[in-house]
């Protein structure tokens, strides 16, 4: 099994993140919690891993906002990355929501930081990042934009992994809680997957090696589960295969990859009648560079088929669709034209208030400077942000920009 590590950033990030310590897959050592507010971490989750970042409480679907608090933070040292992180772990997960602030704002850059102390060719220290993403139930603008710009900030030295909120609520009757709590065990049961929590030694093994190569590959993976139910024949095997393709609830790329791993654990005589040739998932994912096969009999699993897909392309379809309703449902509303109650307000005299400081808003801008010289590794990465080395700044609120 890898050894993996997992950084929950955000609401949705805390709670995927939480599942999987509560589902058994990694103990509370080995996941961080971080969040711009406390509130959103449950008391019993709360401890020197569970940290509370920036200066305001709560980014409000503000990416920039999210961006300057992990920067400050990161200058500061008051996010412990270098000691969470040894050095012994295969990879790193960093799990958030796309359509939020705090996650989709800072995973980013969190990101690209570990990979700037981590990596380093010369000496041939390289930790895989794996950004998995919560897409979200695409119902607002800014949620919407704060999508696509999550993805355009992505590099292509990481590997992303998708599931998107809308498409699971078919699975739970339209109901939102309920997609999410879906949307977080399905995380739970991909992560698992990929550090072969339930893999047992067999004839046809994938290995360690295999198991890294997978979670390494740069570009956009997938990981697809499902159960197997009693088959006859190949036919039904591949029957199975397309059923649990078809329900994926990632987001869908092109069908080229360079790796894929096929995990089935079944009886005996099931196993005896598996295609081996998986037709069926070349046809969606192409013929990769490595195919690597495990076939287990499942004497404390349960009959199912696993597979892990990487090294795809990121999934531009989907993304130019999000974009194009983001500019459609955007452009309506610049079309709504001036409220035309505020040419009446004359009507509503209220000279109580004339003066009044009541309801104003203390407003601050966040700068961007010049970061101080450290480790030249850790400099590069903040002189890319221009990280600022003015840290006065607490108490003070951030714009909260009404434009898109």
């Known amino acids: 099994m890898l ?62 906002l999210a961006k300057q608090m992990m920067i400050d933070s990161l200058q500061k040292g008051s996010i412990p990355i270098e000691k969470f992180i040894t050095g012994d772990e295969k990879f790193i997960t960093i799990v958030c929501s796309t359509e939020g602030g705090t ?56 590997t992303v992994e998708t599931i998107s909120n809308k498409k699971c609520l078919k699975f739970t009757d339209n109901r939102r809680h309920a997609a999410e709590d879906y949307a977080n065990k399905l995380f739970s049961r991909r992560i698992a997957t990929s550090i072969g929590k339930y893999i047992t030694p067999s004839d046809d093994n ?9 979670n390494a590959t740069h570009g956009y993976m997938t990981v697809e589960s499902s159960i197997i139910e009693k088959i006859k024949d190949s036919e039904q095997f591949n029957n199975v295969i397309k059923k649990m393709i078809e329900d994926s609830v990632s987001l869908e790329s092109t069908a080229a990859s360079i790796r894929i791993g096929v995990i089935v654990s079944a009886d005996e005589a099931t196993l005896d009648l598996i295609d081996d040739s998986f037709s069926v998932i070349k046809e969606t994912y192409g013929t990769p560079l490595e195919l690597f096969i495990h076939k287990q009999e499942s004497i404390d699993v349960d009959d199912s088929v696993n597979l892990i897909v990487s090294g795809m392309k990121l999934p531009i379809n989907e993304i130019s669709a999000v974009y194009k309703r983001y500019k459609d449902q955007r452009a309506k509303l610049d079309t709504m034209g001036k409220d035309k109650f505020f040419g009446n307000t004359g009507k509503f005299d209220t000279s109580l208030n004339k003066g009044s400081n009541i309801g104003s808003i203390a407003r601050a801008n966040i700068h961007y400077g010049a970061a101080k010289k450290k480790e030249s590794s850790k400099n590069k990465f903040f002189e890319k942000y221009g990280a600022s080395t003015n840290n006065d700044k607490k108490g003070k609120n951030p714009i909260v920009k009404d434009e898109l």
Request: glycine share 10%; net charge negative; proline share 2%.
């Open 3 to 64: 050894e993996c590590k997992v950084i929950g950033i955000g609401a949705a990030g805390n709670k995927a993140a939480i599942q999987l310590i509560e589902d058994g897959i990694l103990d509370k050592h080995h996941v961080m919690l971080l969040n711009s507010t406390m509130k959103d971490i449950p008391e019993e989750y709360r401890s020197e891993l569970s940290i509370e970042f920036g200066d305001v409480r709560g980014a409000g679907k503000e990416r920039d």
């Open 206 to 214: 994938i290995d360690d090696m295999d198991l890294y190569k997978l």
């Open 103 to 158: 996650g989709s704002g800072s995973s980013v850059v969190l990101a690209e930081y570990i990979q700037s102390i981590f990596n380093d060719e010369e000496e041939g220290r390289f930790m895989p990042v794996h950004l998995f993403a919560f897409t979200g139930f695409e119902d607002d603008i800014r949620g919407l934009k704060n999508t696509v710009d999550w993805f355009n900030d992505l590099n292509e030295d990481m």
